[in-house]
C-alpha cells in the first residue's frame, strides 16, 4: 500500500510540474512563418494577427518571410520547425495545390491547425496607362479588349498554380477570354509591382494587395470576383454585378508542426480566439481591404481536409494538371 501511495504522490508531482511549466508558456519570442513574401496581402494579414497574439500571450512574436518554390519552403519551414509550440505559421490556399503538382508531398495532413483567420477575394486590376491607351474603362471593355487580342493581354499572379494564378484561368472560363498568366514565384506584391511599372498589363490578386498602386493612380481596379463590394473600394463593383459570374478567394490561417503538446495548442488556441476579436486586429484588417472569416482549429482542420479535394479539382478545370 505504501508503495502504491508513493507511486502516486510521484504521478501528482509530475503532474503539477508539467500542469506549472505550460502555465508558464510561452516564456520567450514566437517565431511565425509566412511562405510569401513581404508586403503582400498573406505578409500584411500574418503581421496584423501577430501583434494581436503578442496582447494575448504575453511575448514577442517576430515575422519571419521564408519565400521560395512558390510557397513550398515556408509551408515546409512550418512543418518541419521543432515542436516546442515556438513556432507558428500561416497556411495558404496554395498548400492544396502543392501533392497534386508534384512540388511537396506536404498537406493539411503534416500540421495542427489553429485557426483560419482570412479570406480575400481576387479582383481585377489593370496598369491604369495601358488601360486609357485602349479605351478601357470597365470590366466589359476590358473582355472585349481580350477577346479582340486573344492571347495578348499579360496579367500577373503570384507563383505558377497558385491562387491568384489559378484566379486567372477562373476569369479566362467564366468570361470566354484567352490571356498570358505570368508567374511570381515569390508571391503578388512583386506582380502587382510589374503591373504597376507597365511590364505586364495587369493582375488577378486581391484588392488588397493592389491597393498602395490603385490609391497612387499607377493601377485601375475594375471588378471583385465577390458576392459584395470591397470596403476600402466601395465605388468598385464586383464581376457579378457587371454580368460576369466569376467568384474566387483564397484563405489564410495559422498552424503548428505536428507534436505540439495539446496542453500549448490549447493555449495558442485561447489565444488566437481572442486575437481575432481584438479592436486593433479588426481595424487593421478593415484599413487593409481584408475579410476576417474566422474559423477554430477543428473547423479549420475540416475545411482544410475539403480543400485538399477541391483545388486539385479547380486546378484540372483550368489545365494546370491532368483530370484523373
Known sequence: ?????????????????????FADYPDKPILAINPWGAGGGTDNCLRAFCAALEKQLGVTITVDNRTG?????????????????????????????????DMSEYTYENYIPLCRVNTDAAAITVNTAWAKEN???DLASFIDY???????VK????????????AGGYLMNATG???????????????????????????TVSAAEARSFVESGDLTMLGIMDTVRNSVFPDVPTCEEQGF???????????LPLGVDEAKVEVLSKACAAAIEDP?????????????????????????????????????????IDEE
Open 245 to 255: 459570374d466569376c467568384l474566387y478567394a483564397t484563405q489564410r490561417g495559422m498552424g
Open 135 to 137: 479605351n478601357i474603362t
Open 146 to 152: 481580350c477577346k479582340d487580342h486573344p492571347g495578348e
Open 69 to 101: 518554390a512558390s510557397g513550398v519552403t515556408g509551408h515546409e519551414a512550418i512543418a518541419d520547425a521543432e515542436p516546442d509550440g515556438y513556432t507558428i505559421g500561416m497556411i495558404t490556399w496554395e498548400l492544396a495545390s502543392y501533392l497534386p503538382m
Open 1 to 21: 500500500m505504501k508503495k502504491f501511495l508513493a507511486i502516486l504522490l510521484a504521478m501528482v508531482m509530475v503532474c503539477s510540474l508539467s500542469a506549472a511549466a
Open 155 to 166: 496579367m500577373g499572379g503570384s507563383s505558377a498554380g497558385s491562387v491568384w494564378h489559378v
Open 280 to 320: 486593433d486586429f479588426v481595424a487593421a484588417m478593415e484599413a487593409l481591404g481584408q475579410k476576417i472569416d474566422y474559423m477554430d482549429g477543428p473547423t479549420y482542420g475540416e475545411y482544410l481536409a475539403q480543400a485538399a479535394v477541391d483545388v486539385p479539382a479547380a486546378m484540372a478545370v483550368v489545365g494546370l
Open 177 to 203: 477570354i484567352e490571356i498570358q498568366m505570368v508567374a511570381y514565384p515569390d508571391g503578388a506584391a512583386s506582380a502587382v509591382k510589374a503591373a504597376a511599372q507597365n511590364e505586364i498589363n495587369g493582375v
